[in-house]
């Protein structure tokens, strides 16, 4: 997201490759996977996310839960991530304010970015995870294609929204990759 927030207003003659790594650039709303909604209400999907999750000022429990845990597993987890993992998430969110949280989400939920892609023109990696029901792997396979120069679309399975807690390993690997294929 900041990437193509900068390449949007920048001069972008300065990059030689980027990295959008477990991202998406807009409807983000109306595309998430938390709020299941039958097909006829999908046009429902995104109001709903905006109200109850995206800008939601309501205060998070101080201490931790099984239901609470459970939870934060489904947002933004995938089957193999450690207690230490989703408990580490559960802080940095707790610790978060209501209102920052909301006015972050509302931000995200307004945000459309995909403008900005063909303005990098280097080669550009794409990450994502296959259990994201944040930012869906259809959101990095919709930047792959309007990329004007993808080096490179990983997907990881079994990996959820927080693919760099997860997956640490794979994706300094994916990063030294693009670094050595555009000499960097």
Same mark, same amino acid.
Do not use: I
């Given at each position: 997201m900041s990437i193509a927030a900068w390449a949007e207003h920048h001069d972008i003659n300065r990059i030689r490759a980027a990295a959008l790594l477990f991202t998406g650039l807009g409807s983000l709303a109306s595309e998430q996977l938390l709020v299941p909604v039958a097909r006829f209400a999908h046009r429902l999907r995104a109001p709903i996310a905006r109200r109850a999750f995206f800008g939601t000022r309501l205060p998070l429990p101080r201490f931790s839960s099984p239901p609470m845990y459970a939870a934060l597993r489904y947002v933004a987890f995938g089957p193999s991530a450690s207690p230490a993992l989703v408990?580490?998430?559960?802080?940095?969110? @707790?610790?978060? #304010?209501?209102? @920052?949280?909301? #006015?972050?989400?509302?931000a995200l939920a307004d945000m459309e970015l995909h403008q900005a892609l063909a303005r990098l023109s280097g080669p550009a990696l794409v990450m994502t995870r296959a259990q994201d029901r944040l930012t869906p792997p259809s959101h990095a396979r919709r930047m792959a294609s309007e990329l004007p120069q993808l080096y490179r679309l990983v997907e990881l399975p079994e990996t959820g929204h927080m693919g760099p807690l997860e997956r640490p390993s794979e994706v300094a690997n994916a990063l030294r990759d693009l670094a050595r294929a555009c000499a960097l």
């Open positions: 408990a580490f998430w559960e802080q940095m969110l @707790v610790s978060c #304010a209501a209102d @920052v949280r909301a #006015a972050v989400g509302m």
